[in-house]
């Protein structure tokens, strides 16, 4: 139990183009999920928590406007990166906590290349 | 908030040696922390967590040690395998899973 699956994989994109992330909890049901992103070689960086019915929050320094979070249902959780540039490239990993402690459960993440 | 090091950086082992990597934190009010491996192009898999009431936990040839007076706490596999190359990252987290990850320890076992 606990999957946590993301939706593309990888995907490469143009300067200027949106670019939409899905993460879903497939077997359980997540009103809170965490997305993160990983520059090659260094730690995950929490961007924002996204919060179903209500609003992301965003850590320090992440532009929301650029980056936008929309907690549609208790299984999916979706990241628009807008006006995607090649400074966004990177690898944009969700997470969803469990029903016990603390524990948070990943997706296999999504490489985002920007041409 | 919360600040997690973690060493060393990079560790090379012999196949079935021990491995040890080390994790500090900063806020005393952490009460979780796990590890997780993570392979190159892949999603952290959690591997093993401890939580603030205990002091050591073991599954199989992975342990990991808790000490919450010196706000450390460290992952031990044993044994070591090739296919226990990879980059693991210790973490620490207060309520809600929100964590901050250590900067990561690639490891390589060589057979």
């Known amino acids: 139990g606990a999957v946590v699956s993301q939706h593309p994989s990888w995907v490469i994109c143009k300067s200027g183009t949106s670019v939409k992330i899905e993460c879903r909890s497939l077997d359980f049901q997540a009103t809170t999920m965490f997305w993160y992103r990983q520059f090659p070689k260094q730690s995950l960086m929490l961007m924002a928590t996204?919060?179903?019915?209500?609003?992301?929050?965003?850590e320090q320094g992440v532009e929301k406007d650029k980056f936008l979070i929309n907690h549609a249902s208790l299984t999916l959780s979706t990241l628009t990166v807008t006006s995607a540039h090649p400074e966004d490239s990177s690898f944009y990993i969700c997470?969803?906590?469990?029903?016990?402690?603390?524990?948070?459960?990943f997706g296999p993440g999504t490489r985002l290349t920007v041409l | 908030g919360e600040n997690v090091e973690q060493h060393p950086s990079t560790l090379s082992v012999q196949e079935g040696d021990s491995a040890v990597i080390k994790c500090t934190y900063s806020?005393?009010?952490?009460?979780?922390f796990p590890w997780y491996k993570q392979e190159l192009g892949k999603g952290p898999q959690l591997i093993i967590d401890?939580?603030?009431?205990?002091g050591e936990k073991k599954d199989q040839r992975i342990a990991v040690t808790l000490n919450k007076t010196a706000k450390h706490f460290s992952l031990h596999i044993t044994e070591t395998q090739p296919e226990d190359s990879a980059v693991y990252f210790c973490?620490?987290?207060f309520g809600a899973g929100k964590s901050t990850f250590g900067d990561g320890t690639t490891l390589t076992v060589k057979p």
């Open positions: 996204s919060n179903e019915g209500s609003k992301a929050t965003y």
């Open positions: 806020d005393s009010a952490s009460n979780y």
């Open positions: 997470s969803a906590p469990g029903t016990t402690y603390n524990e948070q459960f």
């Open positions: 973490a620490a987290s």
């Open positions: 401890i939580r603030s009431n205990v």
